[in-house]
């Protein structure tokens, strides 16, 4: 498969995937309930593991409160970019999926209860957030559905070249959803899909990030395409 054409087989075209974040709400002293394991050769035997390149080598760095972190690692044929532990999360971050995200921060843990005993079981992680970010190509109208917004498009593009005495052209940049972020103590990120930095506008390339695993991000992202072209 070309990584500019996504599964889904429509006209909406993979280009990258830039971030697949997984985290996992956990309580980090529940892993280690007495406090018997020596964090420093944990920490040693991860980095010889998973080939950590950057990792903590001081005692300044591991404060969980401020996130222990791990850079460059590999498990399997997947790149770990970063993994993160805090006083109530772990995170994993790679650049191909939130499945391998996710399944390479569970192997971790399975690693660390039969090496070092830590507290862990399969049903110990029960809740999971998501940070997707992709970039993407779609010659679909995708920020400027709305004829209200092709109008304000067109009448801002006509009172700047006015104003500029050149031919300038406006065009709709971004499309966020959200949820109020004052109806919940933690905010989730929002759901946005706007031109990618550094690239015309010509070229039809887009960057969207999303609260979500990657699969279903893609699987919106090509929804919400069709929608746009089914209007046309």
Known sequence: MSIRRHVLGGPLQLSAVILARVLA?????????????????????????????????????????????FHQGVSGGN?????????????????????DSKEILQEMLQWGAARFKLNYKTETLKKFAYVSDVTFYSDAPLLGA???????SANTSEAISEIWQEPIRYDPMIVTVGHDPMARKYPI??????????????ENKYFSEA??????HLTLLAKYENDVLSQQ
């Open 25 to 69: 709400y956990i309580e980090v002293v529940d892993l280690n309930p007495r406090g018997t394991i020596f964090f420093p050769e944990l920490v040693q035997e991860l980095v010889k593991r998973y080939k950590f390149q950057k990792y903590p080598q001081n005692i300044d760095e591991f404060d969980e409160s401020k996130g222990v972190e």
């Open 79 to 99: 790149i770990i970019q970063k993994f993160v532990i805090w006083n109530t999360l772990l995170v994993v971050e790679t650049r191909s999926n939130t499945t």
């Open 146 to 152: 709305s004829p209200a917004i092709a109008r304000l």
């Open 189 to 202: 990120a929002p759901f946005t899909i706007q031109r990618r930095a550094e690239a015309r506008f010509s």
């Open 211 to 216: 609260p979500l695993p990657t699969d279903l």
